[in-house]
């Protein structure tokens, strides 16, 4: 699963430059056969716009949001992108310099102002960003783009138009949510995100929203909390990215990456300050498990700890003879992985970036499992006897219980990110396969796959070839959780048609079809297909 290719012509600069909007879908030139099951959309979110005028974004998680769309039909298909018209993007394009503070670009105050109504905006707080450029998902009949912020934009995912933008704050304790919710069959989205806990200490709550309602009222209005979380710092929570969620419970892992909420605060509105600035490592927490139950929310108190990782993506989480496992991408160590990420490092000539990779935390795909029934006698003992697994959990005389992975995947800077796995059939269960996007010093350039159970992997790769999330599509006729296709983006900038839409057969990762469009298309990070 490791790289096959070095990138030194550093074509994959081109994922990170702006690219305009379509008026009207273009038609797309098809190689192979379009399985006759793709009827649908895939819809992807990332960055389009990377600079303002002659003001640029810094950080990956800046660009403004642009949806891109493929379409299938009668084995044809086409690609549509918009700008999501969020308040950062008008108001930016209206002005012609960034208005709003994005998580890694801060923006100043109007030029155009004196210095008295300067001074007077300072104290209006600070606007919080809505630019949402990270995911997609259904909420009972409708869409949302979303990022991490308690903005989320209702789009119609068929024109692409921007419907609304809807603020999580008036429906629940909430100060953000993740971009990376699950979804029950029926519609249920679960999500979590941090809070003002009880006595002025900072938490994390799962929201729930119920699905579809009989009389067509917003199931948002209906949002409530389900269980809360404490934090270990009292004002200084966790970055949360995604969680776990079993059939029965759900797992929230605190890293040590956190945000210094008085910082956060103060530095706003004093000076020039962003996102980024607020996060700090606490080099001394490790990395603590919590465990809640679903129906209904409770916490269970018992202390889980292990080593220091940084956490973005669940692989998946399920309930196995009275243990719970989880499967995560994670990073080793403590240091926040987004410092590697400014787009002036993505950006830089091969070589550069091989060095910068060489000093950032490494990634490893990680099994950890939990016992759900604990006896205080068994001070020093491994606790899981799941015969499949080497993961170990072990009683201090202190009461915490430590944690210690089995690996499933690692190679030096070759990561298994941004995974996705047969989440309608397999959410939640037992599983066997794991599918991601492999990053190469944090360039994109491969998609593998994974069985998480022999650790057996495949590999699709192709020269100056820099493909996105790969999504897992199943086979309306297929029996195995395989069968079924992967859904990608691949941009190839030096190619004749500088960009496509792949598809692969997700039993061996083998072409099934592509897609080639006569536009470049940047970066994109997560999304849904919409059958």
């Known amino acids: 699963m490791v790289s096959r290719f070095e990138h030194p012509a550093g074509s994959y600069k081109k994922i990170f430059e702006t690219c305009e909007e379509l008026s009207e879908p273009l038609p797309t ?23 303002v005028g002659d003001e640029p974004f810094y950080h990956l998680f800046d660009g403004q949001a642009i949806m891109h769309k493929f379409d299938f039909k009668n084995g044809q298909v086409t690609y549509f ?73 209702k789009v119609n995912t068929e024109t692409l138009e921007t419907l609304k933008k809807v603020d999580m704050c008036d429906y629940v304790n909430i100060n953000g949510v993740t971009a990376h919710p699950h979804i029950e069959k029926d519609g249920t989205v679960y999500n979590i995100g941090n809070c003002m806990g009880k006595g002025a200490s900072l938490a994390y709550n799962i929201v729930k929203i119920p699905p579809t309602q009989k009389d067509k009222s917003d199931p948002i209005e209906k949002s409530k909390v389900v269980v809360q979380f404490p934090s270990a710092e009292r004002f200084k929570p966790s970055y949360v990215h995604s969680f776990g969620m079993s059939e029965n419970y759900f797992v929230f892992v605190e890293t040590p990456v ?14 020039g300050s962003n996102y980024m600035d607020c996060f700090e490592s606490n080099e001394s927490q490790g990395t603590l498990f919590h465990i809640a139950k679903k129906d209904p929310g409770e916490y269970i108190n018992i202390k889980f700890k292990g080593a220091a990782i940084g956490l973005f993506h669940h692989i998946n989480t399920y309930e196995d003879q009275g243990y719970i496992v989880f499967d995560l991408c994670s990073w080793k160590g403590f240091e926040f ?3 590697y990420l400014w787009l002036a490092n993505l950006r830089a000539n091969w070589d550069e970036v ?49 944690l210690e992975p089995e690996v499933l995947f690692s190679g030096p800077r070759q990561a298994f990110e941004f995974p996705q796995i047969n989440y309608k059939m397999f959410g939640g269960k037992n599983y066997t396969y794991a599918y991601a996007l492999g990053l190469n010093h944090f360039i994109p350039d491969r998609i593998c796959k994974l069985n998480v159970r022999t650790k057996e992997t495949w ?63 940047p970066v994109t990070f997560h999304g849904m297909y919409k059958p």
């Open 258 to 271: 956190k945000i210094n909420l008085l910082k956060f605060l103060s530095a706003w509105s004093i000076r």
């Open 354 to 402: 091989k060095k910068a990779a060489m000093i950032a935390p490494q990634p490893e795909v990680r099994r950890y499992v939990v016992p759900l029934d604990i006896h205080k006698e068994e001070q020093g003992k491994n606790l899981i006897s799941l015969p499949y697994t080497t993961a170990t959990a072990t009683m201090h005389s202190d009461g915490t219980i430590w």
């Open 459 to 521: 590999v699709w790769q192709e020269p100056d070839s820099y493909p996105s999330e790969p999504l897992f599509v199943q086979n309306p006729e297929g029996v195995d959780e395989d069968d079924g296709v992967l859904l990608t983006i691949v941009a190839a900038p030096g190619s004749q048609r500088p960009a496509y839409m792949l598809i692969l057969n997700a039993k061996d990762l083998s072409e099934v079809a592509r897609a080639e469009v006569d536009c470049n298309i």
């Open 337 to 339: 992985v987004y410092n």
């Open 29 to 51: 030139t098809v190689t192979g056969r379009i399985p006759s099951f793709l009827k649908g959309s895939l819809l992807r979110l990332g960055p389009g716009l990377f600079e």
């Open 81 to 153: 992108r918009k700008y999501i018209r969020t308040d950062a993007y008008v108001r930016a394009i209206t002005e012609k310099r960034v208005v709003i503070t994005e998580f890694g670009t801060c923006a100043y105050p109007d030029p155009c102002k004196n210095i008295f109504s300067r001074f007077f905006s300072y104290f209006k707080g600070v606007e919080v960003t809505d630019n949402c450029l990270v995911n997609v998902y259904p909420i009972g009949e409708d869409f949302y783009a979303v990022t991490e912020t308690n903005y989320i934009t």
